[in-house]
C-alpha cells in the first residue's frame, strides 16, 4: 500500500528538548516536504527535499533542520523547541507537478 | 498580496444543493491546481486535479480552471453532510514549489 508514515503522532515536550519527527515514504517519491498548519493559516511550507541530500527553505524554516540521507526518509529536527512551534505537522511526498501524498501527521506541543 | 487565496467561510448550504469554492492565484507561470478535502485533525486527501483551462468533472465534482482570470473552482453538486470539511486549494508554481490555500471551511446543513 503506497503511504507515508510519520511518527510520533501525538508529541510533548518542554523548551529546549531537542527532538525528531520521521517520515517515511514507499513510492519512490522524488520529492518530500515538511509543513505545518495552524489555525487561520493554512499549511506552510518549512522544508523540502528534491532528492537525496537536496534539501532547501520554505516559508518559515526557522527553528526547524531536516535531513535527506536516503530518498524515503525526511525526519524533520526541532533542536531548541519552543512554544510557538507549538502546531500540528505534515510530511508529504510527490512527483512533479502530481499530488501530494501525506502522512497522518504529528500533533506538537511544547511547554 | 497571497501566491494563493481562498475565502476562510464557513460556505454553508443546505443538503443537496450545489457548493462553490473559489481560489485565485498569482503566479501566472502556475502549471498544476488541486483541490484537497482536510477532515478535522485529519491529512489533506485529494479530490480533483486540473492542469488545462477548461471543466473536469468527476462524480459529484467539478473543477474549473480560467489561466488568463488565475482563478480555479470546484463545484460539489448534491451536497451531502459528509462533504463538510475545510476544502485546500493547492497551486503548483514552479517545479519545486506547491503552495496551499488557508482553505474554506464547508458546512453541509441536513
Known amino acids: 500500500e503506497a503511504q507515508v508514515t510519520q511518527n510520533p503522532r501525538y508529541l510533548i515536550t518542554v523548551t529546549g528538548k531537542k527532538l525528531t519527527v520521521t517520515c517515511s515514504q514507499n513510492?519512490?517519491?522524488?520529492?518530500m516536504s515538511w509543513y505545518r498548519q495552524d489555525p487561520g493559516l493554512g499549511l506552510r511550507q518549512i522544508y523540502y527535499?528534491?532528492?537525496?541530500?537536496?534539501?532547501d527553505k520554505g516559508d518559515v524554516p526557522e527553528g526547524y533542520k531536516v535531513s535527506r540521507k536516503e530518498k524515503r526518509n525526511f525526519p524533520l529536527i526541532l533542536e531548541s523547541p519552543s512554544p510557538n512551534q507549538t502546531s500540528l505537522y505534515f510530511c508529504?511526498?510527490?512527483?512533479?507537478?502530481?499530488?501530494?501524498?501525506f502522512g497522518q501527521g504529528t500533533r506538537l506541543t511544547v511547554v | 498580496q497571497k501566491e494563493v487565496e481562498q475565502n476562510s467561510g464557513p460556505l454553508s448550504v443546505p443538503e443537496g444543493a450545489i457548493a462553490s469554492l473559489n481560489c485565485t492565484y498569482s503566479d501566472r507561470g502556475s502549471q498544476s491546481f488541486f483541490w484537497y478535502r482536510q477532515y478535522s485533525g485529519k491529512s489533506p486527501e485529494l479530490i480533483m486535479s486540473i492542469y488545462s483551462n477548461g471543466d473536469k468533472e468527476d462524480g459529484r465534482f467539478t473543477a474549473q480552471l480560467n489561466k488568463a482570470s488565475q482563478y480555479v473552482s470546484l463545484l460539489i453538486r448534491d451536497s451531502q453532510p459528509s462533504d463538510s470539511a475545510t476544502y485546500l486549494c493547492a497551486v503548483t508554481p514552479g517545479t519545486y514549489k506547491y503552495i496551499f490555500g488557508t482553505g474554506t471551511r464547508l458546512k453541509v446543513l441536513a
Open positions: 513510492m519512490n517519491h522524488e520529492y
Open positions: 508529504a511526498s510527490r512527483e512533479t507537478n502530481t499530488e501530494a501524498f
Open positions: 527535499s528534491m532528492n537525496v541530500e537536496v534539501t
